[in-house]
């Protein structure tokens, strides 16, 4: 059934990428473990670990955990800082023709602003606004659960950068349509949707939280039905591109939130079980849109809203 | 998978891996999806979701098979232990750091295993009598019962002095006791001395955390150095996802996966897990 | 290891229910179904598919779909309305004696307070609301999205009905607190957390959403964390009693949602697999509390929480 | 579980159940959990979550043995059709409402199954044949590879009309071509008349469902009685999730898993699947 090679390159930004299955933030590191076994200039693009202006340490206790269908991870940002990223990890990065895409994280506008400055004129390809942070100046809420806080950072960072800025939501508000429009107005070029849904797990016979945080991100396959019924909203919403996150595993889930609307996807958890996930998926998607008779993404994007 | 044998409880895998067989030493573990290959053909099977990780028992580059030996604890290990003998299972590995080149060492080594810390210490042995390096291996359990693995350690030749908690099997205690008085006094009849009291020159522990933690106490007093191997959840095994650490002596946190799972003790804080 | 049998009876608004295993609403319709399998009576409570005041035909198109660890459902409330249940189902339900929870819905505020008023001195243990249907007069927004529009419907049916009055939390919010909150200050006797978690699921072969619906209520074992963690985020913030519901499938799943501060629980998904599950759990958390030394369910209430 | 045959696509499973066959009906269903029960011994599996309905093939009381014939599509089929031979599933059933009692109805009745439609018309065609009603079956499908339970129906003795889309067996054709010739002219060569112009008075049918919706209509123009079985998604497969339902004509929904799966024609509205 197969027909000629789908073509698996979609513009972007004002820039071409390989294909449209990216990896997730967190779940990728800076790529070094990943060298061994796959070409990291094919994959995509790579959203490296949430990046700070200081060093992070993360969280103490256990910090991931299986569930059913998903995992918990509670690892608190752990990170170098950007001046590590930019001295010790882009460098390298560079010399793989890796396509990088920054995903930064604070706890006040200010840290976000001095992260994005940082890397402007480096040649990332974009930027990714975890604003899933916890919020200290407002009380400790993320940035993403109010539009008035998430176009607040948005804007901040929009003044700060030329890079391309894009936006990664929590799923954890009850309107993310109001908070995708608000970020849009606030200047994201695209938004990645969703984050980790808030969950927690107790081990029943120590009798307590088995996260050391209490509380951590949910992702994989359990989550995907949320995800992409966010990325269905949002798209429909915004007239930025949509990049579809959470739960993906295969090609075909890759086409489930291409249909819904996303114009990439990111694969995060995936790449824990296969660590050359970015790609199977990629190779899949291109093997149904073969089957299927769609001949480019561009065919994909939206199809089944109809 | 050549072969899979187990009581419904410890079981026994020994799988066809030449390339892991040829590359692992003792003390790394391998990533095993416990659904076959078969059940995954595009997308991966979600229950469980995660890989388990599973220490080296034997490792045989020549016939390029490894052994893991593994106790149903869960769901992970409950659908392992369901896959037929010939299957096909999907592996990560080796993986981390092993223990330290027995070569390199000084002194009598002490192999200190406990449960299901003690088939790691079978690959150990192995080394070690490869090594001829003065050994001797203290393995410990609940019960006779759960010495699995022990057989394998006794079989690199080493002395094995085993303790279980209700005098099951060998003395009644615990491996701290036996470990304490080898550090005191020297082992008694170890590898090619017999009567000599040999002094500790060094330990290598793989067990319950509680049980590193008095290994490494023990040790640290008598100024002998300690190698623990420890265990934590993880979410990939390779060092990507952070999920899996230790806390590091002085600061920050190391990755079991890849920084570990074998530590020199004095590098971690033990008993957080 | 197992000690004497242990007590699984609870006392919750002023009444003893015989187990804490609850069968969910909507995943047990009026028991009928059920009485096949097991004794009725033997059920903690059963909570009954939502009734309206009148009869509700539900929604056209596929109305289920599985996902991955879990089940997307736009049934539509399809259901006989409030005077059917009271002349057929409830004299059937006395009959064989089962303990009975109504769960209530409606489009508008007056819509729920008619069908709290018609089950004012028939003896069925509690009303249940649901709040996470459309809100007609606020614009289509589930009454359960807001804290205005939660309590406002808590506190019409408050004054409507002298039965125990639980409300069911939506869990698709950005601040399940400040609605638990506001219902609890609204007069509720117990909080149902939560209900389904809004999703969807695209069928890639033909192009377009699996459900009529286009959005459904994800429900079964993939929903779990983020059901633990509302019910731990709201049984520290509320005095009165909360009912665990998501994903719970085992004895040892009831236990975490206990352990978590829990005062029973409902399952839902699981009798779809096993028909006998509200029994089968109950004997499974007997045999989990028997083997940890829990001689009775409120020595298992929160205990988690350290 | 007796006995599981398959090429991987199209299997057999034969099951030791003598309550469901003592019970069933040609028509009913049961839900199998494709996770056998080895594998749950107290949490349910999730990998898939839900039971999956498949139509009885063949049900011999007699043996208390039970045959479904499926097709592998998705991930249940899958992992169902990895289960081996010996293994214990876990299944509720006979679900549903049957065909109606062949002794019931008059005329000849024509047996109309399109791919994995043909299963269950052979169950039905046993208990026609058993009946000494009148019957001739027309079976469908893609390729000559998709008539399983073709040979069930066949072993029933009733005349069997054959056709497949790439005429790769029997003529090549849709099945309402030969209903809608029967319908006009009579079934020639029915059980027991050869030679007479049998007229039709009774059609049953399963299949896709624009097939179904096909037959009914040609049915209703021809004033002769139709039974169709019908598929839907299940979240439980007894009456409890109303996740299963098809338009009632006149208003309203029916249940696919209680108040069918086999509907007179004339109750449903079809062409929703
Ligand atoms: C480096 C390393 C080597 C190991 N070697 C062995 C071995 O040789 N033999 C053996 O029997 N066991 C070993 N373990 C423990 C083994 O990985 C767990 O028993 C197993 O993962 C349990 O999986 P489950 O699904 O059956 O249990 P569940 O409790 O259902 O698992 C739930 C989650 O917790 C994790 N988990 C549970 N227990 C442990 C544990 N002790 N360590 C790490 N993660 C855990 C699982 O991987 C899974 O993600 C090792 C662990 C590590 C980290
Ligand atoms: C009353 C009845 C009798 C049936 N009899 C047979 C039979 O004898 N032989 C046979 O091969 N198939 C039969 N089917 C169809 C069979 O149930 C599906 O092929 C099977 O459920 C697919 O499961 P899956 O996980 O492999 O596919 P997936 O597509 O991965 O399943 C996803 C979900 O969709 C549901 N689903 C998918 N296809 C169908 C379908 N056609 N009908 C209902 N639900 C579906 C599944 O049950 C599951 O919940 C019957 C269906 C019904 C309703
Ligand atoms: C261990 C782990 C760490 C993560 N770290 C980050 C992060 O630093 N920044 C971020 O924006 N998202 C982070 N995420 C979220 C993922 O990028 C992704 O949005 C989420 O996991 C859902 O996708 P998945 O189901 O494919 O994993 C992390 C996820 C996991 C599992
Ligand atoms: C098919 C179906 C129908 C449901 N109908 C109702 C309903 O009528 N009223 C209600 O409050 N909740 C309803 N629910 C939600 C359940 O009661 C429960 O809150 C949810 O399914 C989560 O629990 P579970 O994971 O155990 O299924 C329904 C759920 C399902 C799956
Ligand atoms: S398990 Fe992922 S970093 Fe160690
Ligand atoms: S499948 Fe649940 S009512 Fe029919």
Redesign the interface.
């Known amino acids: 059934m197969a027909s000629d090679q789908p073509d698996l390159a979609v513009q972007l930004f004002g820039r071409t990428f390989r294909t449209p299955v990216w990896a997730a933030s967190?779940?990728?590191?800076y790529g070094?473990?990943?060298a061994g076994v796959l070409d990291l200039s094919r994959v995509g693009a790579i959203c490296v670990?949430g990046t700070s202006i200081e060093p992070w340490?993360?969280n103490?206790?256990?910090?991931?955990?299986?569930?059913?269908?998903?995992?918990?991870?509670a690892?608190g940002l752990?990170n170098p800082g950007v001046d590590h990223f930019l001295t010790v990890d882009w460098p390298w990065l560079q010399e793989q023709g890796a396509t990088v895409i920054v995903n930064i994280v604070g706890r006040t506008v200010e840290e976000y602003v001095a992260v994005a400055r940082r890397l402007e004129g480096t040649g990332v390809a974009a930027v990714e606004l975890n604003i899933s942070c916890p919020n200290v100046k407002e009380g400790g809420m993320a940035f993403g659960?109010?539009p008035g806080s998430a176009a607040a950072v948005t804007a901040a960072v929009r003044k700060a950068t030329t890079l391309p800025l894009i936006v990664k939501l929590s799923p954890?508000?009850?309107?993310v349509v109001a908070i995708a429009r608000a970020v849009e107005d606030a200047g994201a070029d695209g938004l990645s949707v969703i984050n980790t849904?808030?969950?927690?797990?107790?081990?029943?016979?120590r009798?307590?939280?088995h996260l050391g945080n209490?509380?951590?991100g949910?992702s994989?396959?359990?989550?995907?039905?949320?995800a992409?019924?966010m990325v269905?909203q949002v798209a429909g919403a915004v007239k930025v591109p949509v990049i579809g996150v959470g739960?993906i595993?295969?090609?075909?889930?890759a086409?489930?939130f291409l249909?819904?609307g996303a114009s990439a996807v990111q694969v995060g958890?995936?790449?824990?079980?296969?660590?050359r996930a970015p790609l199977t998926i990629a190779e899949?998607l291109a093997r149904?849109m073969g089957e299927?008779g769609f001949r480019n993404v561009r065919a994909l994007v939206g199809?089944?809203r109809? | 998978m050549l072969a899979h044998e187990g009581d419904g409880e410890i079981c026994r895998l020994t799988l066809h891996a030449p390339e892991i067989a040829r590359r692992a030493a003792p003390g790394q573990f391998v990533q095993v999806h416990p659904v076959p290959v078969a059940l995954r053909p595009s997308a991966p099977a979600i229950d469980p979701l995660l890989r388990r990780p599973f220490s080296l028992c034997e490792i045989r580059p020549e016939e390029g098979e490894i052994t893991l030996i593994y106790r149903v604890v869960g769901r992970g290990t409950r659908v392992l232990s369901s896959v037929p003998a010939g299957a096909e299972l999907d592996l990560l590995g080796p993986l981390g750091r092993s223990f330290p080149d027995p070569r390199a060492g000084r002194g009598l080594l002490v192999l200190v295993g406990g449960g299901l810390g003690i088939p790691p210490m079978a690959a150990a042995a192995r080394w070690a009598a490869q090594a001829r390096r003065d050994a001797v291996a203290i393995l410990g359990a609940r019960t006779a019962r759960y010495l699995a693995g022990a057989r394998e350690v006794a079989a690199s030749g080493m002395p094995v002095v085993t303790v279980t908690d209700d005098g099951s099997a060998g003395q009644q205690g615990i491996v701290t006791e036996p470990l304490d008085r080898m550090l005191r006094h020297g082992a008694a009849a170890a590898a090619g001395r017999p009567g000599a009291a040999n002094p500790v020159g060094e330990v290598w522990a793989c067990g319950p955390e509680p049980m590193l933690a008095a290994v490494k106490e023990l040790c640290t007093a008598a100024g002998v150095p300690c190698f623990v191997s420890v265990e934590r959840f993880m979410g990939c095994g390779f060092g990507a996802c952070l999920g899996c650490t230790v806390p590091r002596a002085g600061g920050g946190y190391l990755k079991t996966c890849q920084d570990g799972p074998v530590f020199p003790a004095e590098e971690v804080v033990l008993g957080g897990f």
Chains 1, 3 share one sequence.
């Open positions: 967190g779940c990728f590191g070094r473990e990943f670990k340490t993360g103490p206790g256990i910090r991931v955990v299986e569930t059913p269908g998903g995992m918990l991870n690892i752990q659960t109010t954890n508000v009850a309107d849904l808030q969950g927690m797990s107790i081990d029943i016979r009798g307590r939280p209490v509380f951590g949910l994989g396959p359990a989550i995907k039905p949320v992409l019924r269905w739960g595993m295969s090609g075909e889930d086409a489930e249909m819904a958890t995936a790449c824990f079980i296969d660590p899949e149904f299927h199809a089944a109809g």
